[in-house]
């Protein structure tokens, strides 16, 4: 006999909002632990409070993590849910089953009992009782195979005694899930505060007692660039860029001229170095631009050390295909401003 399981739908509505949110448990973890400053980690001395306090935090987050997401995957589970643990006097005891299946099964009883009255046909108070109709009826219906209206009561008990076991089975599922949120929720802010724990531990820098890093050089392009206290200040310069054809990564010969102005500063001034900012348009596509910038920036820098006599300690190359363009346009606008390569003067430590 066919039956509808009239939760079906909620069933698997709840499943898919578990998964829904595993997957929204593993985003946000991801985003935090990315978001989070490992390169700090990195630089505590060992052994130390900082370092041993940052490592309990990773440990701990990552921990919550695993416990959630396995926690999660176990509220989804799918279990054949019994009735027989629904009668008044179950046959199967339930000592059988584990700690974990009887504490479900007690608080499955429990709610079964609050809502009998309207899972059960009228005059019937337990389980057994609809039981006890549906076997009756099967044996009318099989003395009288001919009866439709045997047939009928038959199978009008037979479903309402399929009712009560979809009822069962949704409601453990749902229980299960909703006990599962209670502990997700401590699961949650363990991970959090760890995590903070260890952002906290990992960066010395932000307390009062700690030293910031200063870098080895320092950029200086253009007014507002401080050199090292102890060196003076160069002059502010503007190094004419280099243009390029489009597509090209050959040097022209206002390209070489432009070359030959910042190569005459740096013998200047033997306490600076040039960051060659390789540049090109939005034409064309990402792998082509890559390859593109990466010729321009290594035609100048031979330009400067091969031809030009610069020590290549003096010269730092980055390539920016289709990156912090010198004049911001659209995708696929071909402008001659944007295929360049930039000279940002850098200031030398003193030795």
């Known amino acids: 006999m066919e039956s509808t399981d009239r939760y079906a739908t909620a069933r698997a509505t709840l499943r898919e909002n578990v998964k829904w949110l595993s997957a929204s448990f593993a985003g946000m973890t991801a985003v935090v632990l990315a978001g989070t400053p490992f390169t700090g980690f990195g630089a505590l001395a060992f052994p130390s409070g900082r370092f041993f306090g940052a490592l309990s935090g990773l440990v701990a987050a990552t921990g919550c993590a695993f416990f959630a997401l396995q926690l999660l995957l176990k509220m989804v589970r799918p279990d054949a849910t019994y009735t027989r643990y629904l009668r008044e006097h179950p046959g199967d005891d339930l000592s059988n089953l584990n700690a974990e299946d009887q504490a479900e099964y007690r608080e499955l009883k429990a709610e079964y009992e609050v809502h009998k009255q309207e899972l059960l046909p009228a005059g019937r108070t337990t389980l ?33 005694f399929r009712a009560v076991e979809d009822w069962a089975s949704y409601t453990r599922l749902h229980q299960r899930i909703e006990r599962g949120f209670k502990s997700l929720r401590g699961l949650g802010l363990g991970m959090l505060f760890s995590l903070a724990l260890f952002a906290w531990c990992s960066n010395p820098d932000k307390d009062k007692g700690g030293t910031s890093s200063k870098s080895s050089v320092t950029i200086e392009q253009g007014i507002g660039a401080s050199a090292p206290p102890d060196k003076p200040r160069p002059p502010s310069v503007q190094l004419k860029p280099v243009l390029f054809d489009p597509g090209k990564s050959i040097l022209t010969s206002d390209g070489r001229a432009a070359v030959g102005g910042a190569r005459n500063y740096l013998r200047e001034d033997a306490g600076t170095a040039v960051l060659l900012l390789a540049h090109t348009d939005t034409t064309g596509g990402d792998e082509t631009n890559a390859r593109l910038a990466a010729a321009r920036a290594h035609v100048v820098r031979d330009a400067l050390v091969g031809e030009g006599g610069i020590a290549p300690t003096r010269v730092f190359v980055t390539e920016l295909p289709k990156m912090d363009l010198t004049t911001l346009t659209g995708p696929q606008v071909p402008l001659d401003l944007n295929r360049t390569v930039e000279f940002a003067v850098v200031t030398l430590p003193p030795r």
């Open 128 to 160: 057994e009782g609809l039981e006890k109709l549906v076997d009756d009826a099967w044996q009318v219906y099989q003395e009288n195979p001919t009866d439709a209206l045997a047939k009928d009561r038959w199978s009008a008990y037979q479903a309402n």
